[in-house]
């Protein structure tokens, strides 16, 4: 994205352009002013930057005539900024550069055949940081969210949503405060229903389409041919078993990669993370608790929830006969080996000898 400015001067005069490669710029990244002269300007004529600010217009750097060497600039301690003349173009160069450099450029030529101003506007954004939800229960089956991050220039703007896309149609208290270090920092808070497991918290810059979004459970796509889901649940206070099921109830769960990590409060945390080809359906992924029902923490298509469910509870009960059944058998096989009086049948075992 390039923004070029040209003044032309009256007849006899030749122009000047300014412009800016890129003219939005995220802040830690470099970019390049360029003052363009023509062949008509004299080669002693002076050309310096400065940037328009209230009651200062100072040079950025010490002015310099086309092909010669500008020196001494403002900040020559930090040397983030520094000038050069690549052909017939005085290039501004800023490294690092900072949410303070935004704002008016002018492009001063100062001379005995012309003398002319060229302005250009830098704007510079900063993306914040992932947004880190925490969860608290309160009572009546609600819990409360709160979403915090920072680092966000300009002012974003905060949305509630769930992993279809549809708005969390709760109001939310949400600040936001700004300060030198942190630029803009935003902390939202939202109260929902404890079995709302897939809340999503979007921090944005709606103008440039930049937006950071964080949730208890993630999924997000990587790739353009592969999509990686990533699924994270906490809470649970026994071990947890966990599966990835697709639209059609297969289970993928070989496919994953599945960690458990015990926390500080002995709680258990789950995180899995599974590839398949995008455009297909996203995946559900299931956690469930040892003795009680398996629980969808992330789904794809809520059409779909009740019969995952079904499978997965065929499942749990297909384990629970196979086990009573094993039981059974080994109890069978131990009766058989006893006699009426609950003596062990020495004769079968001599006879065995």
Known sequence: MQCVCSYLFPAGEVP???????????????????CQLTD?????????WYKMEKGRDAP???????????????????????VRWQGRALLLVIRQVQV?????????????VVTQEATTHLEVTAVGYKPVLDRVVQEEGMCRYTCKSKQWYPKPEVTWMRYGGDTVNVEAETNVTWSETDHFTVQSIITVPCDNVDVVCVVELIKYKIRQMGSMNEIIALESSNCTYKGKVRGFHEKPEVMWVNHEGEDLSSLAQTSLLLEADNSFAVESSIEV??????????????????RIAQQSEKSNVPWIICFLLLIILTEELRARNAHLQSQIALIGNEDPAGRTNTKKSRRTR
């Open 16 to 34: 000047v352009t300014v412009s800016i490669k890129p003219s939005v710029v995220l802040v830690r990244e470099q970019v390049t002013l360029s």
């Open 40 to 48: 008509g300007v004299p080669s002693n004529t002076l050309v310096f």
């Open 60 to 82: 950025l750097c010490s002015p310099s005539s086309p092909g010669g060497v500008a020196e001494h600039c403002q900040d020559e301690e930090q040397g983030r900024i520094s």
């Open 100 to 112: 303070a450099d935004e704002g008016t450029y002018v492009c001063a030529v100062n001379g005995s």
């Open 277 to 294: 080809p995008c455009g297909q359906p996203p995946p559900s992924f299931v956690t469930t608790d040892r003795g009680h029902s398996p």
